[in-house]
């Protein structure tokens, strides 16, 4: 069986466990109460603290610091969690931290890529497959759904959720709930449209991306209202299990939707 490989400089603390195959660099640290998967790379200088729980053949590239006490000023130092899947990356700065209640935890799902100096507050939520792109910022509480992509320097206020597929431009401000499939852009973010070469990309049928671009005209329709445009696209038969899902998505939002 392969052992984990540390460079002498490397602080590892008494506690910490380390799955076979997993390197630490120079001055890198390690927590007491870290669990690290298989083959994972902690790369010089990176940090990870706390009760961080993670899968197998993630890459912690230098300077990030992943696991840090929630930054909610309601924390009191309880035991919370961040518990990360497998094989993601972290870049440069990057940081993460744990949840706030006793015992929550901050998630990270498989297979997303965080830019350098993006950050995930406490107690959210990440998907699978999700970029960040650089600066990247998600406020306490934030649910991002599977293949996400976030735009350069775009923020998102607490307790939005980020449909799937959709993607947040550049220097974007999010206030209200990203609806799935979508492209949304501006400060604040405004419905642009459907997400079309993500949705290609991951090979959406033609007739099924023709339907969401219809539904997405009637949700941009400004004489409409939320209630209003739900009603004429639930006209539309047969409806795609997109649409229904965004149907679905909208319904149970809290913060409204960006239109």
């Known amino acids: 069986m392969k052992t984990a490989l540390i460079h002498e400089t490397a602080v590892i603390e008494a506690g910490a466990i380390l799955g076979a195959g997993t390197q630490v660099g120079a001055y890198a640290f390690v927590g007491a109460e870290v669990i690290l998967g298989e083959n994972c790379v902690v790369m010089h200088h990176a940090s990870i603290l706390g009760r961080t729980h993670c899968g197998a053949e993630n890459e912690f590239h230098p300077f990030c610091a992943i696991g840090g006490k929630s930054q909610d000023l309601k924390y009191k130092v309880e035991p919370t969690f961040l518990k990360i899947g497998t094989r ?14 006793p015992n929550a935890a901050t998630l990270i799902g498989d297979r997303n890529l965080f830019l350098a100096y993006s950050h995930v507050a406490h107690d959210c939520v990440i998907g699978n497959d999700v970029i960040f792109s650089n600066n990247g910022t998600m406020a306490g509480h934030v649910v991002v759904e599977d293949h996400v992509v976030v735009g350069g320097l775009s923020a998102a206020h607490q307790f939005c959720r980020i449909g799937t597929f959709s993607m947040i431009g550049g220097c974007s401000k999010v206030v209200k709930d990203v609806p799935p499939y979508s492209l949304v852009d501006g400060n604040p973010a405004q419905l642009c449209g459907i997400n079309q070469v993500g949705l290609e990309r991951y090979g959406l049928g033609e007739e099924r991306i023709k339907q969401l671009r219809l539904v997405y005209r009637i949700l941009m329709d400004s004489s409409l209202n939320t209630t209003q445009a739900i009603e004429k696209i639930t006209e539309i038969t047969p409806l795609s299990p997109e649409v229904q899902r965004l149907l679905q998505f909208i319904q149970e939002s809290k913060r ?3 239109r």
């Open 256 to 258: 409204g939707i960006i």
């Open 88 to 101: 993601n990356v972290f870049r440069e700065f990057v940081t993460i931290n744990r949840a706030t209640a």
